[in-house]
């Protein structure tokens, strides 16, 4: 079988993560396997999309190349980020489903207080950033088991600890993808009509030849009234390496210094507007008008005046919610502004480039954590708090980090249509149609809604954020303009720098897993394409219908 490389291949492994050059040695062992569907990234997108296809009846391999399910909400620590309507409506009823399995994990298996167990919208952690704040590996688990069954029934072949290191492209079809298992070292050729590339960097798109953009476009380019004078394909968001770490009263824990702890205690973003100050300190520029912003920071959950407790922000386990006893302190998870690692992207650099800044992040990440440990002021006018412990459990590492860094930004599929500012941000959708609502797209195949949220980037850029309207999934922003059977099933659809920053998080990254998924069953169902889909209106209203009836919502309830 003759087979081609494009570029190198991004691996995970527990020393962390690298490019690997891919050739083939006499010594691999190779398997084949054929499916329906095969499904690279195991994040939300991509468990929603196997989801979706097995529960139709299709044969699919799920890919991940860390040994959590999840994505987001597990092997990179970041409680869903979600609108104030997700109880009951602005995303598919199987993502609501799931999260209501995750509350019902609690109730079966943990003590929580009579009151905690009668709360309808449980929360377990009581975090500020979401209304279901919980840990890390309960996500993955209930996840998890929620695909169980297909694998009973030999519907669903999941290759944890695997990725995909070479692809073979005939035309613009892809025919098959050999990954590597990176514990065992053997290899899985898979074949199958369908593939979804649902990884958290784009990583099958320039493996297959695939066409796609980085980085921010140029006014010029997209018309978009946040959009940059110049368009830099490497400026990209700040990714971060989160932790979980808890606080327990009277104790003294104890770190050893980071390497680098004096880089990072004194550093100070190069950013235009400019940062607050020094990056380990507690204020920030505040995202809407970039002006400096005091935080607070009081592990005891006390209020911090009229500053936000960043303890609270992302806590994970309040336990007040738990019977007396079963917990010691808190956990809370940290992905504030002062671990956004800003100093370089993680997209189309070389190996030592990529390699250097995952140290770089996880030094970041584990200063801050030293800071607050010995430096931090505290209210009573004295330096750190000796009771905050790294909780590596939680996030089940050996450095108390993050399996995966919390990626914001990927490669973006070229496809047959683009959503742009003027189609979901507030006020340039205003000054365009003079309309209060979002775009209506006649393709919809989802809804989801966040304000369009970009951190600091590489590039120098401070935070950009500012209102967006509740907005649709257009099909033509997941179907590629060149290639007939490779789909986005993450953040690589086809938004710009700007869009990308409300269409990124936790819900609609499912919404779009799902609706993908669901394609690809309805295409091999149809004997179609999705190109055929895209451009007929009767068969875009068969496929329609079959997500309305699967509870995929394609318009906004008002």
């Known amino acids: 079988m003759k087979r081609r490389q494009f570029g190198k291949a991004l691996l995970y492994t527990s020393a962390g993560f690298g490019y690997v050059p891919w050739s083939y040695s006499r010594k691999s062992i190779f398997s084949g396997i054929k499916a329906d569907l095969v499904v690279v990234g195991g994040g939300l997108g991509g468990c929603a999309a196997a989801l979706a296809a097995v529960r139709n009846g299709r044969k699919v391999v799920l890919v991940e190349e860390t040994d959590w399910l999840g994505g987001q909400i597990s092997q990179q620590g970041v409680p869903p980020d979600e609108h104030q309507w997700i109880e009951t409506h602005g995303a598919p009823l199987s993502y609501r489903t799931y999260r209501e399995k995750i509350r019902d994990y609690y109730r079966s298996n943990y003590p929580l207080t009579d009151m905690a167990r009668s709360t309808a919208n449980l929360n377990p952690g009581n975090g500020a950033v979401s209304r279901l704040c919980c840990e890390p590996l309960v996500a993955e688990r209930v996840l998890s088991d929620l695909l169980i069954p297909y694998v009973s029934r030999g519907l669903l072949t999941i290759l944890r600890q695997n990725r995909a290191v070479q692809a073979e492209v005939v035309g613009d079809r892809v025919v098959s993808l050999i990954v590597r298992d990176m514990v065992a070292g053997n290899e899985h050729v898979l074949e199958a009509p369908y593939f979804i590339d649902a990884t958290e960097l784009g990583d099958l798109l320039p493996m297959t030849g695939t066409e796609y953009v980085t980085g921010s476009e140029s006014r010029s380019q997209t018309g978009e009234l946040h959009a940059h004078d110049k368009a830099d394909p490497q400026n990209m968001q700040a990714f971060t390496m989160c932790f ?42 505040n995202p809407r008008n970039l002006q400096p912003k005091d935080l607070g920071f009081d592990p005891s959950g006390s209020p911090t005046g009229d500053h936000l407790n960043l303890w609270n922000y992302r806590r994970i386990i309040h336990k007040e919610n738990f019977v007396t006893g079963t917990y010691s302190g808190d956990i809370t998870v940290v992905n504030w502004p002062q671990n956004d690692y800003m100093e370089g992207s993680l997209v189309d650099v070389s190996q030592e480039e990529f390699e250097k800044h995952i140290h770089a992040s996880k030094q970041l990440s584990l200063s801050l954590f030293y800071w607050l440990l010995t430096e931090a002021p505290r209210p009573d006018g004295g330096m750190g708090w000796p009771g905050l412990r790294l909780r590596k459990d939680v996030m089940g590492t050996v450095d108390g980090l993050a399996k995966y860094p919390y990626v914001r930004e990927s490669r973006r599929m070229k496809t047959r249509f683009t959503v742009l500012e003027e189609h979901v941000g507030k006020e340039n959708r205003k000054l365009v149609s003079g309309e209060d609502t979002a775009a209506v797209f006649d393709d919809s195949v989802g809804v989801g809604y966040y304000h369009i949220d970009l951190h600091p980037s590489c590039g120098g850029n401070n935070y950009i954020d500012f209102p967006s309207l509740p907005f649709q999934i257009p099909l033509g922003a ?81």
């Not at 702890?261 to 004194?266: A, E, M, P, R």
């Not at 007939?484 to 099933?489: A, K, M, Q, S």
């Not at 720098?497 to 990124?504: F, Q």
């Not at 394409?529 to 875009?540: A, F, G, R």
């Open 478 to 558: 997941l179907v590629p303009q060149r290639m007939r059977n490779l789909l986005p099933g993450n953040k690589n659809i086809g938004t710009t720098h700007i869009t990308n920053g409300c269409y990124r998080l936790h819900p609609v990254e499912w919404s779009i897993g799902e609706s993908v998924g669901l394609l690809s069953a309805f295409c091999l169902e149809r004997n179609e394409t999705p190109q055929s889909v895209y451009e007929q209106k009767d068969i875009l209203g068969d496929f329609q219908e079959l997500l309305r009836n699967q509870g995929v919502e394609t318009h906004w309830k008002h």
């Open 244 to 285: 979980a770490m808890d606080y327990v009263e009277g104790q003294r824990f104890e770190m050893e210094e980071p390497d680098d702890y004096s880089f990072w205690k004194n550093y100070v973003p190069d950013l235009d507007p400019p940062w607050a100050g020094k990056l380990l300190e507690l204020n920030y520029s």
